[in-house]
């Protein structure tokens, strides 16, 4: 049974490994974080809060992490789109979403982001930082750029920014978030997560 354990875990790393170097491999701003990190020895993955997928069917998508140890934890409702949270002790918390499959999800973006990239890549990597001004204002200087302003008020339980989306052929791929967090909250907020949702909306119908 132990041997059963540790060899899933082995895969669940090889998983993960895959799609975090997927990401950083096609996400400049992840990129410049990563080299960073490693400039000091810190890496990119070990500071992964949350990584998140799109889909058009969150419990299709999620079998293989179900199949991996990963649990569902909470499901979060928005105006067009939800998620679910799903958890594993010593891994990145994974947040799958999707528009609304009825009437409410018809003003949803995801549903053209997951058309035209799939759900088999990751839309974005959450970063834990300890001072998110700071960490924007270190990674401005490399040319990483934010999509509006931080979500969650200073000294808050949680707060949030993402960069401007990677594009590719014009549309908007994916985004770095950065992720302060305070108080031992480990949870999702929906009102913030909106708001991060609307940032890159913004970005897409712009673009």
């Known amino acids: 049974m132990l041997g059963y354990a540790m060899t899933a ?11 975090v170097a997927d990401f950083v491999a096609r996400n400049a701003a992840a990129r410049t974080l990563k080299q960073q990190l490693d400039e000091v020895g810190v890496g990119f993955f070990p500071l992964a809060d949350h990584i998140t997928f799109r889909t ?11 199949a991996l140890g990963y649990a569902c934890s909470e499901t979060l409702n928005y105006d067009d789109w939800f998620a679910k949270v799903y958890r ?19 003003t949803s973006i995801i549903p053209g982001w997951v058309a035209k990239f799939g759900d088999r890549t990751l839309h974005h990597i959450a970063v834990k930082v300890e001072d998110i001004e700071r960490a924007m204002e270190r990674l401005s200087r490399s040319g990483v750029r934010f999509a509006g302003s931080i979500v969650g008020e200073r000294g808050g339980s949680l707060r949030q920014v993402f960069t401007v989306p990677e594009e590719v052929d014009g549309a908007a791929f994916s985004v770095v978030e950065l992720t302060e967090r305070h108080e031992g909250f480990l949870g999702f907020s929906p009102p913030q997560a909106d708001g991060l949702m609307k940032s890159t909306a913004r970005k897409t119908r712009e673009g």
């Not at 799958?96 to 999800?105: K, L, M, S, T, V």
């Open 88 to 106: 594993k002790p010593g891994y990145p918390s994974l947040f799958i979403d999707q528009a609304y499959p009825d009437e409410r999800g018809k």
């Open 56 to 66: 058009d069917n969150i419990d299709r998508r999620a079998e293989e992490f179900l």
């Open 9 to 19: 875990a082995r895969q669940l790393d090889d998983v993960l490994a895959r799609y």
